[in-house]
């Protein structure tokens, strides 16, 4: 099957039981193919877990989800050492995270002090235990659900940890139309018996290799980095963006692109990513919360403030 025919079949499989939110399967996509970890933040039941379990089901690759409560400990995720009498030694039990989709299920229901066992695992697809450092199988992508921190219950998840997802999206509810077909389907979404795999590691990893090699013309480059730039800057931020969310913007916009069936990045492809890749990272100061700024609306004032590059020298 072409390339491209294999990211749609992911996405129409994901649309059978997430009805309505083809923009947001579709970033969920981008985040795949850009090699990037996911956020994904809403009110419980809207289908933030079964959107998750829809996308493992289409993909052959090891899949694991962890049920994140306040007494669950680092070793729950990464693994243990414990002694085995039959081979006369201490030998690591691997942990959930030894796999190559992580369901987080709602993440910030731990202690930071558990949520931090993920980090090396996002940064860099490794888990050091004991000085043996274990490489994690690629492809690798942790996909993270969060109740909003206005909950009871929540423990705010620290900057270093948002800085690691590429993005965060949300589903929303539905519409009174979209509502009456969930429910119709409820049945099959719970069970997601339906939903088969159409894409193999090998699948994965080769749209990943497709997805690099979508041209980026330095003034779109250009873009990017001056966007980040004014984030550092704006008279509404405290913490602006990293170079990673720079990397990671790049990135997803060349994901993007090549899902709308482009080899060449435009302008509009940084723009609709923007928010949903600086949003989460960015921390708003004291006097715009007390005005009751969101981030989400900060970006959108940044990308009115930053240059656009002309569009007609972009294609190769």
Not at 80 to 109: C, M, W
Not at 150 to 176: H, K, N, S, W
Not at 272 to 288: I, N, Q, W
């Amino acid at each position: 099957m072409e390339a491209r025919a294999i990211a749609q079949s992911i996405l129409d499989n994901m649309g059978k039981v997430i009805i309505g939110k083809e923009q947001v399967l579709e970033k969920v996509l981008v985040c795949l193919l850009a090699r990037g970890h996911l956020l994904i933040e809403d009110v419980p039941g809207v289908g933030k877990t079964t959107m998750v379990k829809a996308l493992a089901r289409s993909l052959s690759l090891g899949y694991s989800r962890i049920q994140f409560t306040p007494d669950l400990m680092p070793s729950d995720i990464i693994g243990i050492t414990v002694y085995s009498k039959a081979e006369e030694k201490f030998v690591f039990k691997r942990g959930p995270v030894f796999n190559q989709i992580v369901l987080a299920d709602e993440i910030n229901r731990t202690s930071p002090k558990t949520q931090a066992s993920l980090l090396q695992a996002m940064e860099e697809k490794e888990i050091s235990v004991e000085d043996v450092t274990y490489t994690l199988e690629s492809p690798f992508m942790v996909l993270a659900t969060q109740n909003p921190i206005e909950y009871q219950g929540t423990f705010p998840l620290p900057e270093a940890q948002l800085d690691r997802f590429l993005m965060c999206v949300t589903l929303g509810y539905p519409d009174i139309k979209e509502e009456k077909e969930i429910i119709k389907g409820y049945k099959n979404s719970k069970t997601l018996q339906h939903i088969e795999a159409v894409a193999t590691e090998k699948d994965i990893l080769q749209l990943q290799e497709t997805a690099d090699g979508v041209f980026l013309h330095d003034d779109i480059l250009n873009y990017i980095v001056n966007i980040v730039s004014v984030s550092r800057n704006h008279p509404d931020i405290h913490l602006g963006a990293s170079p990673r969310a720079s990397i990671d913007l790049y990135r997803s916009a060349k994901a993007l692109a090549y899902l709308r069936g482009r080899d060449y990045v435009i302008p509009d492809d940084v723009k609709e990513l923007a928010p949903f890749v600086l949003s989460h990272r960015l921390l708003l100061s004291a006097e715009a919360r007390i005005e009751g700024k969101r981030t989400e609306k900060v970006v959108q004032d940044i990308l009115k403030k930053v240059y656009v590059p002309v569009v007609s020298s972009f294609e190769t």
